[in-house]
């Protein structure tokens, strides 16, 4: 084992056909302002178990000619910001082949090297590197290759437009669209340090006007996405406000638009992230501006700096955002991410937002796959409220989850309810809509089942519908499937009502082979608790008042199994369609029998 230590300002030069090799065990170690230079024709090779540390501003320069081979297992650490390995344009991957060097290295491409602390590799050889760069009138750059080691920042007045480029960011180089200053992504891809885009970069900040509207001139930064244009690698690839350098936002900044449509966020820790904005004409508050249409948002990878992804969408206290045809996906293995560490794709506090499909002759659906949630939505302090129509619903942990939301609209949507996985807990339940403490909700006309028969025996808990405390008001669940389920719906707590036309109704909904179809429990003893007293009506020569649900009638040894209301404590009167026990509207497996038309379970 060898060790060399360069000291701070001294300056090692490889010349004349020299060869540097750092065998596995040996390190290489510069302080600040120290240079190890490579000059023509000469070789820097770092094998498999070696060591090369850099602080402060020290630096490895390759130049035009010379050579640099890093073998995979070698340990680079660029320990501060300005400590960098930097290729001037020329430079040669690999050994110059003059040399012999036995066993022959096995060159790593650079960008699966992995690199430790706070400095980057910088390749100068295909690329523009710029400091600061400031637009404040219009500026097209189409076709451009370049990275950025400082800022770029847009002012009032400033417009880019990139078409068919490449721009690179370093871990602290960040796009700034000041108030009135637009970006327009066309087909172009904005990420880390090119050529790799490796490693993860903050982001871009859309500065806004909280007390302006979004139609005021010069009030908003803008920024727009198309035709396949790409943001990846930023710990938030938009930032709807001012950073206030502590992980939050500067208030009074608040109000910037993003408008996406075939738009990609990839591997990006948080997608967009919106803060609290109302956009008030002549004292109304209407829609904001901002929207997706035909988006999608992806983890397909580790993020690059090892970091646990968040959410696609964050919205925070804003109204109207429309998500149309957007697709929301974690794709990675359980081995590689457990579900619980697959992030959300819509989180929404006291926000108000519709997803629903693209529409044209072949209308796109808006999705969710493999998330830990697909939407979670909860409110605080006011009415906002939300509406998914005709979407898809993925193999998720949660497909939506609604907390202290009123008047919230579901339907048409299909949820693929997961049933397998490798790494659950123990106690986790997967999902499909769990509306807690929620009332004047309408879902109907949505399908939640398992695309494989139920493993039971060897199975974990998968339910459709979860309603807690929805409440004395008059809810109902109406025309939805459940197919090959633990559990079709799950009734809990106080949701029962004052009187027979109130409380929460189950009708019209259709059960197959699920393990479970309706079940209602309670966690303590009370007149509250439980569902409506009445489920359907008899009105004589009115086919429609009656409960209407279909049972899957299969046994499973639950003698409860088509509605079980042994928890609730409470009796309800069930009124179904004439029928006999092989009719499926006729429940079999309950409670207690009672007489033909009413059943008391």
């Not at 630096?59 to 660029?78: K, S």
């Not at 008001?473 to 109406?478: A, R, T, V």
């Not at 009719?583 to 079999?588: I, L, N, Q, R, T």
Request: net charge negative; proline share 3%; hydrophobic share 35%.
């Amino acid at each position: 084992d060898s060790y060399l230590h360069i000291d701070q300002n001294s300056i090692v030069e490889l010349n004349d056909l020299s060869t540097f090799v750092l065998e596995q065990g040996s390190t290489l170690e510069l302080e600040s302002d120290a240079l190890f230079q490579v000059a023509n024709s000469c070789s820097l090779v770092l094998l498999s178990g070696s060591s090369l540390i850099i602080h402060d501003s020290g630096e490895v320069l390759v130049e035009d000619g010379g050579y640099l081979c890093i073998e995979a297992g070698a340990q680079i650490t660029l320990v501060d910001e300005e400590s960098h390995i930097v290729l001037n344009d020329g430079w040669i991957h690999g050994v110059n082949p003059s040399i012999t060097i036995t066993p022959s290295p096995n060159c790593e491409d650079l960008c699966n090297i992995t690199i430790q602390g706070d400095g980057e590799i910088i390749d100068e050889s295909i690329l523009t590197y710029y400091q600061d760069v400031i637009i404040d009138e219009t500026v097209n750059w189409t076709s451009q290759q370049i990275n950025f080691m400082g800022n770029l920042i847009i002012e009032n007045g400033g417009i880019l437009n990139l078409q068919s480029s490449e721009l690179g960011f370093s871990k602290y180089s960040t796009i700034f669209i000041e108030r009135g200053g637009v970006l327009n992504n066309d087909a172009s891809t904005i990420s880390g340090l090119l050529p790799c885009s490796n490693t993860m970069w903050p982001g871009i900040e859309v500065w806004g006007t909280t007390t302006a509207s979004q139609s005021t001139s010069g009030a908003q930064g803008k920024i727009t996405i198309e035709n396949g244009g790409t943001i990846e690698n930023a710990i938030t690839a938009v930032f709807l406000s001012k950073s206030n350098g502590s992980g939050g936002y500067t208030a009074g900044y608040e109000g910037g638009i993003i408008q996406a449509n075939d738009a990609h966020f990839i591997n990006n820790r948080i997608g967009v992230r919106f803060y609290p904005y109302h956009n008030m004409v002549s004292g109304v508050e209407m829609d904001n501006l901002s929207y997706f249409q035909l988006t999608e948002f992806l983890t397909d990878a580790e993020l690059a700096d090892e970091s646990t992804p968040e959410e696609f969408l964050y919205l925070d206290c804003v109204k109207g955002i429309t998500i149309q045809g957007c697709s929301f996906t974690n794709s990675r293995s359980e081995e590689d991410a457990a579900m619980r560490d697959r992030g959300i794709g819509i989180y929404s506090y006291d926000a108000d937002f519709e997803v629903s499909w693209y529409p044209g002759q072949a209308p796109d659906s808006s999705t969710f796959t493999r998330l830990n949630y697909g939407v979670k939505a909860e409110n605080g302090t006011t009415t906002k409220t939300f509406a998914i129509n005709r979407s898809a619903f993925v193999n998720n942990m949660t497909g939506i989850y609604s907390k202290g939301i009123d008047n919230s609209t579901i339907i048409f949507n299909d949820f693929d309810v997961y049933f397998t996985s490798i790494f659950h807990g123990p106690d986790d339940i997967f999902g499909g809509l769990y509306l807690d403490n929620c009332t004047g909700y309408t879902v109907e006309e949505n399908n939640f089942y398992n695309e494989d028969p139920y493993p039971f025996p060897d199975e974990i808990l998968s339910i459709g519908i979860t309603v807690n405390n929805s409440g004395d008001d008059e809810n109902m669940i109406y025309r939805n499937t459940f197919d090959q389920l633990h559990m079709g719906i799950l009734a809990q707590n106080r949701n029962r009502g004052i009187d027979y036309t109130t409380g929460l109704k189950l009708k019209c909904n259709i059960c197959t082979a699920n393990r479970g179809d309706f079940a209602v429990t309670a966690d303590t003893a009370s007149a509250n608790k439980g569902i409506s007293i009445h489920q359907g009506a008899y009105i004589s020569g009115d086919e429609t008042a009656p409960a209407g649900n279909l049972f899957s009638h299969t046994n499973y040894n639950n003698p409860y199994r088509d509605f079980n209301n042994t928890l609730s404590r409470q009796g309800i009167y069930y009124i179904h369609h004439f029928g006999t026990s092989q009719d499926p509207w006729f429940p079999v497996y309950y409670q207690m029998k009672s007489a033909e038309y009413i059943k008391r379970i």
